[in-house]
């Protein structure tokens, strides 16, 4: 988990049978990419394998090995049609579609009088793929990309200020020197590390019980409808040195409102380890209130539940959950 401004000090190993290990040095560090970035919708991990792709095949230089393109076509010289390198410095993303149809046309008089066959067997999807390739091989496109050493320290900084909490990916990725003269026997391999918000929204919570749903109110997106028994179910987390948990609720004006919640780990039964009771009436105010629950987990990781009880009133609504966090001693 990450908080604002947290620093983490982390260490690389690449180990590879044949070309030895970073930690004897032969293995060079800058053979092996190490990257940290800020996702901030929460879910596309796409952003963080840019700066890898050179480390692990792309989908496009696949198809374009399955295909006959490399009868005319090499990385950096010219065969028969131009180097990929030329074509990527000539043209950019504006450009695929014209790219695309003439691959698939085939064509001449950009580059010289010599011909580039048809394809009419690539379909326009593979052959965007392929275009996006050799698109990515424009000299120094990745020379300004933040590539970090295989030891270092890394701070959260990205996410302060955005209303939005996002993800951090750090990543560690490298290509292997093949086997002697088989270029095409290269292999990858690629680690990462997620790190996720100390705040987990309600409506992020992977479980919820039956008949609970999300609703907006204030510009925040509750988990509503909370009633006897029903249950909020959080991912696999760090437990370890937790020491409370605020919860952030609502409550509407003109409802009685009154329950418990039980934080429970691993399991709705599971062991109680902090408890609130909340009780709210107001004729005419709506109110967001947080709570701190001290908690005492057993576990180091585990999952987390928010059990909420009204064995009095099972019909009663309990509260509206927005967020959690979690506090860590320091
Ligand atoms: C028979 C040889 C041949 C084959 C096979 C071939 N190309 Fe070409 N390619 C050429 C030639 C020649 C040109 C230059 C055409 C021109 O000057 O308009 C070219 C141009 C290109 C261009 C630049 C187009 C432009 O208008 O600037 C791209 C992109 C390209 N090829 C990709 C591919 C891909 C991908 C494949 C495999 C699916 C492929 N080529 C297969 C010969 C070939």
Same mark, same amino acid.
Request: some cysteine.
């Given at each position: 988990?990450?908080?604002?401004?947290?620093?983490?000090?982390?260490?690389?190993?690449?180990?590879?049978?044949?070309?030895?290990?970073?930690?004897?040095?032969?293995?060079?560090?800058?053979?092996?990419?190490?990257?940290?970035?800020?996702?901030?919708? *929460?879910?596309? @991990?796409?952003?963080?394998?840019?700066?890898?792709?050179?480390?692990?095949?792309?989908?496009?230089?696949? @198809? #374009?090995?399955?295909?006959? %393109?490399?009868? %005319?076509?090499?990385?950096?010289?010219?065969?028969?049609?131009?180097?990929?390198?030329?074509?990527?410095?000539?043209?950019?993303?504006?450009?695929?579609?014209?790219?695309?149809?003439?691959?698939?046309?085939?064509?001449?008089?950009?580059?010289?009088?010599?011909?580039?066959?048809?394809?009419?067997?690539?379909?326009?999807?593979?052959?965007?793929?392929?275009?996006?390739?050799?698109?990515?091989?424009?000299?120094?496109?990745?020379?300004?990309?933040?590539?970090?050493?295989?030891?270092?320290?890394?701070?959260?900084?990205?996410?302060?200020?955005?209303?939005?909490?996002?993800?951090?990916?750090?990543?560690?990725?490298?290509?292997?020197?093949?086997?002697?003269?088989?270029?095409?026997?290269?292999?990858?391999?690629?680690?990462?590390?997620?790190?996720?918000?100390?705040?987990?929204?309600?409506?992020?919570?992977?479980?919820?019980?039956? *008949?609970?749903?999300?609703?907006?109110? @204030?510009?925040?997106?509750?988990?509503?409808?909370?009633?006897?028994?029903?249950? @909020?179910?959080?991912?696999?987390?760090?437990?370890?040195?937790?020491?409370? #948990?605020?919860?952030?609720?609502?409550?509407?004006?003109?409802?009685? &409102?009154?329950?418990?919640?039980?934080?429970?780990?691993?399991?709705?039964?599971?062991?109680?380890?902090?408890?609130?009771?909340?009780?709210?009436?107001?004729?005419?105010?709506?109110?967001?209130?947080? &709570?701190?629950?001290?908690?005492?987990?057993?576990?180091?990781?585990?999952?987390?539940?928010?059990?909420?009880?009204?064995?009095?009133?099972?019909?009663?609504?309990?509260?509206?959950?927005?967020?959690?966090?979690?506090?860590?001693?320091?």
């Amino acid at each position: 988990m990450y908080f604002d401004n947290k620093k983490i000090n982390y260490k690389v190993t690449v180990k590879d049978n044949q070309d030895g290990s970073t930690t004897d040095g032969t293995i060079a560090p800058n053979k092996v990419k190490v990257t940290l970035d800020y996702i901030p919708e *929460g879910k596309d @991990l796409i952003k963080a394998t840019i700066g890898h792709q050179q480390n692990t095949v792309p989908e496009g230089r696949k @198809l #374009i090995d399955g295909s006959d %393109c490399t009868a %005319c076509h090499a990385s950096d010289i010219k065969v028969n049609g131009p180097s990929y390198t030329n074509i990527a410095k000539k043209y950019s993303k504006d450009d695929i579609g014209y790219l695309v149809s003439k691959i698939i046309k085939g064509g001449q008089g950009v580059w010289g009088e010599t011909m580039m066959s048809a394809h009419p067997q690539l379909t326009p999807d593979e052959t965007e793929k392929m275009v996006r390739y050799i698109l990515s091989l424009k000299p120094d496109k990745n020379s300004n990309q933040n590539l970090l050493p295989l030891e270092g320290t890394i701070a959260f900084k990205d996410h302060i200020g955005k209303d939005k909490q996002g993800i951090y990916v750090l990543m560690a990725s490298y290509l292997d020197n093949g086997a002697e003269g088989q270029p095409e026997s290269t292999l990858s391999a690629q680690e990462k590390m997620v790190f996720k918000s100390a705040k987990i929204e309600a409506e992020d919570a992977i479980e919820k019980s039956d *008949g609970l749903g999300n609703w907006k109110a @204030l510009d925040e997106t509750l988990v509503g409808s909370i009633l006897h028994n029903a249950y @909020l179910k959080f991912d696999t987390l760090n437990l370890k040195n937790l020491e409370s #948990i605020k919860l952030s609720t609502y409550f509407n004006n003109n409802y009685a &409102y009154e329950g418990d919640v039980e934080i429970r780990e691993g399991a709705p039964n599971g062991n109680l380890i902090g408890k609130n009771h909340f009780k709210y009436f107001n004729k005419g105010k709506s109110a967001l209130k947080y &709570y701190d629950i001290p908690v005492k987990p057993k576990s180091d990781k585990n999952t987390l539940f928010l059990v909420f009880k009204n064995e009095k009133d099972k019909e009663q609504y309990i509260t509206n959950v927005n967020w959690i966090l979690m506090n860590y001693r320091r």
